[in-house]
């Protein structure tokens, strides 16, 4: 059901050190990790979805209830997406 969940952070480095433990702890191992932008990834074990994520928001503004959080559902295709998005949109999302 779910493809990934990303937590926002102001202060990467104190987070990664936070959860890299405990998502090893539960079996997930890191997938990626890059400083530069920052970012990381870990998956389950063998791979596959739900992806945690770890990262600054993409607007680059602090993170915040709201700003860096994500929750991303797994669809079958592209046009279940696009049919899901005009729903949203429908349904009064912006």
Do not use: C
Not at 17 to 31: H, S, V
Not at 81 to 90: S, W, Y
């Amino acid at each position: 059901m779910f493809s990934h969940i990303n937590v926002g952070a102001n202060d990467f480095t104190r987070a990664f050190e936070f959860y890299a433990p405990i998502m090893e702890m539960l079996g997930n191992p890191l997938r990626f990790s890059d400083m530069s932008k920052p970012w990381a990834g870990w998956q389950p074990q063998g791979g596959g979805r739900p992806l945690f994520l770890l990262s600054r928001p993409f607007d680059g503004e602090a993170a915040t209830p709201g700003n860096g959080q994500m929750v991303a559902f797994l669809a079958p295709d592209r046009a279940s997406v696009d049919n899901i998005h005009a729903l949203a949109l429908t349904n009064g999302g912006r």
